[in-house]
């Protein structure tokens, strides 16, 4: 099956700072989207991306399929930004998941 | 309010019962999804239906078994031949396939724990 590689695993950030998340997926995809994981266990969508840029707010996200990676971007990070950020990329029928990024905020 | 709830948040059984997770939605979905996350990790598929009265087997589905009679109605039931049932369970919905578009959405999810 497809490979999807989140890195990295975890992140300690500074509040007021930029990070950027990486997504790789081993195989040609139809589809991606971008999660964020409340510490309750919620999965928030982000992005539905399957290639180009978006932006949301503090948020921005890029797909580039032909290179089979997307990047997440958080600008002027706060201590609400902590959490899980998963990818989920959709070869076929269904979506695999990365193990995601664990992000802290410190204040 | 348009949306999917899962019931119940916790769930707490003894080995070797049989438990049902209940996922509903109002999205006018026709796909729904169960997924099984253990810590540390990310989601991994168990079942998904695309149309009522039909639903395939996820990666994972050995231990579990789900019917669609209803398009706002998935369940889930953990059988005891689930080796280890202990995990969140998320349930997740979206549009109309099969053009295969459109973003998942999800419920808060089931905690089990098997004792």
């Known amino acids: 099956g497809i490979q999807v590689e989140q890195s990295p695993p975890d992140l300690i950030l500074q509040e007021g700072a930029n990070s950027t998340l990486r997504c790789n997926f081993s195989?040609?995809?139809?589809?991606l989207q971008w999660f964020h994981q409340n510490p309750w266990g919620q999965l928030i969508n982000l992005f539905y991306?399957?290639?180009g840029t978006k932006q949301n707010g503090r948020l921005s996200a890029t797909t580039v399929a032909t290179e089979r990676y997307s990047l997440l971007y958080i600008s002027s990070s706060q201590t609400t930004d902590s959490g899980v950020y998963f990818c989920?990329?959709?070869?076929?029928?269904?979506?695999?998941f990365g193990t995601g990024t664990s992000l802290t905020v410190i204040p | 309010d348009g949306g999917i709830t899962q019931s119940p948040k916790y769930l707490f059984r003894k080995e070797g019962q049989n438990v049902t997770l209940s996922c509903e939605q109002n999205?006018?979905?026709?796909?729904m999804y169960w997924y099984r996350q253990d810590p540390g990790q990310g989601l991994r598929l168990i079942y998904y239906?695309?149309?009522?009265?039909?639903?395939q087997k996820g990666d994972i589905a050995e231990g579990y078994s789900v019917s669609r009679e209803k398009k706002e109605s998935f369940p889930l039931t953990v059988t005891s031949a689930q080796k280890n049932p202990t995990a969140f369970y998320l349930c997740?919905?979206?549009?109309?396939?099969?053009?295969?578009?459109?973003?998942?959405?999800f419920g808060p999810g089931t905690r089990l724990t098997v004792l």
């Open positions: 997740a919905s979206r549009g109309r396939l099969p053009l295969s578009i459109g973003e998942q959405f």
């Open positions: 195989d040609s995809v139809n589809n």
């Open positions: 989920a990329v959709e070869p076929g029928n269904q979506f695999y």
């Open positions: 999205l006018n979905h026709d796909a």
């Open positions: 239906s695309q149309i009522v009265n039909d639903f």
């Open positions: 991306i399957p290639s």
